[in-house]
């Protein structure tokens, strides 16, 4: 167990909201196996990715806001934890794992989303242009996209105000009218 190596803000920063994830794809790839077996011949992705872009939305938008946290830890874990780091390297040394690292598990919800979108494009090529299958993989194809750009969004809002944080701990101003730190300024 690579818990107790880890401190409750460690811990916080690494797994943030990956239960949630979890949830999410879990139900996701049910109700594309269930949708899968009642109707094999007329089999609609765009359908079920419809029925959860709403839930993609609520949990996938924090947890990648969160990676930047989540790299910093898991680098600062690496550099200085050195149990962290055993734990870690025999845990990725397990069959179960297919040689992939904690990072890279960390990584594969977004890119989930990014493959999902990728899908539905190569869907909308071959629909038949004006038909009800092409209005539902132009709808989830939309929503898809609107969930990788507000995840942009989100992740360079966190940065930039990491800056703003950044810069106020390294420079003082004799003046403090307003506050440097902000959700509407960031350096340019």
């Known amino acids: 167990d690579i818990s107790y190596t880890l401190s409750n803000q460690d811990h916080q920063w690494l797994f943030s909201r990956l239960q ?7 139900t996701f790839l049910s109700d594309l196996e269930e949708n899968f077996e009642n109707n094999i011949f007329s089999f609609q992705v765009c359908d079920v990715v419809l029925n959860h872009a709403a839930d993609f939305h609520r949990v996938y938008l924090p947890y990648v806001t ?24 025999k845990l990725e040394s397990d069959p179960i794992c297919q040689r992939l690292s904690l990072k890279s598990f960390l990584i594969l919800p977004f890119q989930r989303i990014t493959r999902l979108k990728l899908l539905l494009q190569n869907i909308l090529k071959r629909t038949q242009p004006g038909s009800s299958e092409e209005a539902e993989a132009t709808k989830a194809h939309h929503a898809l996209e609107k969930l990788i750009r507000d995840c942009n969004s989100n992740v360079q809002r966190m940065r930039r105000t990491e800056e703003l944080i950044y810069l106020s701990q390294k420079i003082e101003f004799e003046c403090k009218i307003f506050p440097l730190i902000s959700q509407s300024r960031w350096l340019v």
């Open 66 to 89: 969160n990676q930047t946290y989540q790299e910093r830890t898991f680098q600062s874990l690496m550099n200085s934890n050195s149990s962290f780091r055993e734990v870690l390297e």
């Open 20 to 26: 949630d994830v979890r949830d999410v794809s879990t």
